[in-house]
């Protein structure tokens, strides 16, 4: 009994706790925001909607997940990775079985949810493999760093990269897509590829936008990038995006109040609970609210990035930094989403969207970091012993 009390004292005290409550305000705050945005979809009486349910189970069972993770040495994580990248295809390649995969509304075509339980239920992929991506290239970042800058080296990560990109793309998902290209491109930055590549990239982007544009872009995601620039053209188009402006403008210094916002509570703004979440922040609790969310999510990413620079054995800062880009990168495509800067493309915003399978995956971001924090302290830490399990995928 003394064994386990120390161990569990020893695990608090190692723990990210700071980590650990900045989530768990911004969530419980993203939950309210939510909340609000729904309240106008609710019966007569009911005080929770399902929106709000669905999301506050995510996060306290988020919150658990995150904590069991950090108590698993990251090694052992790492010496998964051929697991993890299986479940990762595999979970994708559920979306093109018929009946399986379905897509929003808007875009029947798209394949972008698997749905579980008569449809009671649905699961969208892309979360969870944003986050295996960051396991498996860190680890094989890990094996090649010493020759990065070889075109030789390079070839077998662009072709890894592209595996994940081009499933999600095929989906439909172009918004994750994009989402995993920063992540690439910001794991392979802090890798220490040089700057020229990434001009070079810069430029064969810019050459092959014309075809992007002709051959992988629906006429509905071309009419989106239309809409920024002639909105009297598409004004069906840019609707959403117009009226979430339109609340966030209307909230001015402190907002309307929680749960009183005009346009929030009739329901005017299209998705508000979801990638326009930050117009209902504005409108209820105006340019201070929109402050507060806005540093509680940098000081997330600030936390994450220490974790990172904390790394002793140069294996994990990689890795945190392609966590801090999944959510710096999905932060700054919302709202420049919400602020009519960005075409809409189906981003949430980290810690405040509704959605149980985002919310969910995203704790098993933080509870990795959380491992990749306990063990690089210097105090003694809680060990259960992972780190000495063969890894059974290693050449011999």
């Avoid at 509304?105 to 579980?116: G, N, Q, V």
Wanted: proline share 4%.
């Amino acid at each position: 009994m003394k064994q386990v009390l120390k161990s569990v004292k020893n695990f608090i005290k190692e723990t990210d706790k700071v980590l650990l409550l900045l989530c768990a305000v911004t969530s419980f705050f993203g939950s309210i925001m939510v909340l609000s945005a729904t309240l106008h979809t609710a019966a007569e009486g009911v005080r929770f909607t399902r929106d709000f349910k669905v999301m506050l189970a995510a996060v306290c069972a988020g919150l658990i997940i995150a904590v069991l993770i950090s108590v698993i040495d990251y090694e052992f994580i790492m010496k998964m990775w051929p697991i993890v990248a299986a479940v990762c295809i595999g979970l994708m390649m559920l979306l093109f079985v018929p009946g399986v995969g379905v897509g929003p509304a808007e875009r029947p075509d798209a394949k972008t949810w698997i749905s579980l339980a008569g449809g009671a239920i649905f699961f969208q992929p892309s979360e969870i493999v944003k986050i295996g991506f960051i396991i498996t290239f860190g680890v094989h970042l890990e094996k090649v760093k010493a020759n990065i800058n070889h075109i030789l080296t390079l070839i077998p990560l662009a072709v890894h990269a592209l595996i994940p990109i081009f499933l999600v793309m095929k989906s439909g998902d172009m918004g994750s897509a994009l989402v995993f290209i920063i992540i690439t491109l910001a794991m392979l930055f802090v890798s220490g590829l040089h700057w020229l590549y990434f001009v070079a990239g810069g430029i064969s982007v810019l050459a092959a936008l014309p075809l992007v544009w002709i051959f992988l872009l629906e006429n509905i995601q071309k009419n989106r990038f239309l809409a920024l620039i002639y909105p009297e053209l598409y004004p069906d188009v840019i609707y959403q995006q117009e009226r979430g402006l339109a609340a966030i403008g209307g909230g001015g210094l402190t907002g309307q109040g929680l749960f009183k916002g005009n346009y929030t509570q009739l329901g005017i703004v299209p998705e508000s609970q979801n990638d326009m979440i930050f117009s209902v922040i504005g409108e209820e609790l105006g340019l201070v609210g929109c402050v507060v969310a806005l540093l509680l999510l940098t000081f997330i990413v600030i936390r994450i990035a220490r974790t990172g620079r904390l790394d002793k054995v140069g294996n994990t800062k990689v890795m945190c930094y392609g966590v801090v880009a999944m959510i710096a990168g999905q932060v700054i495509i919302n709202i420049g989403m919400c602020l009519r800067l960005l075409p809409v493309i189906g981003i949430t915003l980290p810690f405040f969207s509704a959605g149980g399978s985002s919310n969910l995956c995203l704790y098993i971001a933080i509870g990795l970091i959380m491992s990749f924090y306990r063990y690089n302290q210097q105090r003694e830490i809680v060990d259960i012993g992972f780190a000495n399990i063969d890894n059974p995928f290693k050449d011999n």
